[in-house]
């Protein structure tokens, strides 16, 4: 099954300072279509994890360098032929796309909800 790879809310970013804290607005747009179609939550495994790197989990799956959420992870052994996975990049046994824009465009194709207009 495809893991999706989202921010918890309410994270400190060292890097900013100390007294903000901070949601992230790409994982939060994901969320909001996983609202609209809350199937999804019985077709993917949505994973909510830290801010803080190296990000447990998704790093193991992806690398070090691709661990910028939100993060869609699909194990190799799960595509099929039908799937075009042409805009995914590859990490060992999965792939793997971290752009708001591509995760909504398999969310779409692959399981059939409506486009963003
Ligand atoms: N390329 C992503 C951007 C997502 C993004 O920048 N997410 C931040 C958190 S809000 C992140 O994970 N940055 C990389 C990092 O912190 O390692 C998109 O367009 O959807």
């Given at each position: 099954m495809a893991k999706l790879f989202l921010l918890k809310p309410g994270f400190t970013d060292k890097a900013l300072g100390e007294d903000t804290l901070y949601y992230c607005p790409y994982s939060a747009q994901i969320l909001g279509v996983l609202n609209y179609y809350p199937r999804l939550y019985d077709e993917l495994e949505v994973i909510f994890i830290d801010f803080?790197?190296?990000?447990k989990g998704l790093v193991e799956l992806v690398g070090e360098a691709n661990q910028g959420c939100p993060n869609l992870v699909i194990p190799?052994?799960?595509?099929?032929?039908?799937?075009?996975?042409?805009y995914f990049d590859s990490y060992d046994g999965n792939y793997f796309v971290n752009s708001v824009e591509l995760i909504a465009r398999y969310l779409s194709e692959k399981h059939t909800i409506g486009a963003p207009h």
């Open positions: 803080e790197r190296p990000r190799k052994e799960d595509v099929t032929t039908d799937d075009d996975l042409s």
